[in-house]
């Protein structure tokens, strides 16, 4: 499986949207990840499906306090505390 860097571009490309703050909704799955990269300046985010990926750390994702979905499950984590400050956070699947 490819390594996939989540770059500024590659955020918002897969959003298709050129401004971070007007990404609301994304869905990055079955990409390789291995690092959350930019996707902590989604400041609004509110739906993120990360499943499926690579990932065995998600430090970061604390700042976007606007999630309230969070698809996480298929991954390698090793902690999830950095989740515990997001308020509100309706629905978290590991």
Do not use: H, W
Request: positive net charge.
């Amino acid at each position: 499986m490819v390594e996939t860097k989540l770059t500024p571009l590659y955020v918002k490309t897969a959003a298709q949207k050129f401004d971070f703050k007007t990404i609301f909704l994304l869905d990055i799955q079955r990409k390789g990840v291995t690092s959350i990269g930019a996707i902590p300046e989604c400041i609004n985010l509110v739906t993120l499906d990360l499943s499926r990926n690579n990932l065995s750390n998600i430090s970061g994702l604390e700042k976007c306090i606007q999630l309230k979905v969070l698809n996480l499950s298929y991954n390698k984590l090793l902690s999830v505390t950095v989740l515990q400050t997001l308020c509100e956070l309706q629905r978290l699947e590991l």
